[in-house]
């Protein structure tokens, strides 16, 4: 009997540590409500079947298994709800730029900033500072330009020309461009004062994405 409340301890141990690091979520303040009953839930179920060592195992593993994955498709259906909000928005959104994330703008665009770092890392990326910018577009996709990529190519998928009322000279030079074409640029569109702007983006076609300060 002892014997069988040590091996139910350690192997409960185990399996709530692999079920809390398959969550996903790294620390306990990126919980959602369902986070926290999977894990009250399955905790209870733990010691449940340590304390009564003369019950089938199974029978706390069953539960502890349909919690697991309950929480796993609350999560999923909650990621592509949040996704398809994101798709309404017409205009593309910097979020990061020469390796500095913008969290007012993951705030304004109900982006977690844990999250965002984990589809970072999806993507390859295992460092902020690695990042040269990156861009919520209007799909929902996040699209990322390492500054190694952006030494291996002049064409980049989009680039932030004006970011906070501030014209990124250095990306103009990447397209070859100056400021006195992007002033003319824009005027063609309506858009005289720089400073009212909050960011610019072209993409590769030449397409401009213009989103103006909220406060101006």
């Known amino acids: ?78 990621t592509k709800l949040a996704s398809g909000s994101r798709m309404s928005d017409e205009k593309p959104a910097t979020l990061v730029y020469q390796g500095v994330i913008d969290e007012e703008k993951c705030a304004q665009k109900k982006i977690d900033v844990h999250d965002f770092l984990e589809q970072l890392k999806r993507q390859n990326v ?33 680039l932030p020309l004006i970011i906070n009322g501030k014209v990124c000279e250095e990306n103009l030079k990447k397209i070859d461009q100056t400021s006195l074409w992007l002033r003319q640029e824009l005027r063609k569109f309506g858009y005289r004062d720089i400073k009212k702007i909050a960011y610019l983006v072209i993409d590769e076609s030449g397409n401009f994405f213009v989103d103006l300060k909220t406060n101006d």
């Not at 690695?130 to 980049?156: C, H, M, W, Y």
């Open 126 to 158: 295992e460092r902020l500072s690695d990042v040269e910018f990156a861009i919520l577009e209007p799909t929902g996709e996040i699209s990322v330009l390492t500054k190694e990529r952006q030494k291996e190519t002049n064409t980049p998928v989009s």
């Open 1 to 78: 009997m002892v014997a069988t409340v040590i091996l139910r301890t350690l192997f409960m141990s185990v399996l709530l540590l692999v079920a809390f690091r398959l969550m996903g979520k790294k620390t306990v303040d990126q919980w959602t409500g369902f986070d926290f009953v999977f894990s009250i839930m399955a905790t209870e179920l733990a010691i449940l079947s340590i304390e009564s060592p003369d019950k089938p195992l199974v029978m706390m593993l069953v539960p502890i298994l349909l919690l697991f994955i309950m929480q796993r498709l609350f999560t999923f259906f909650s």
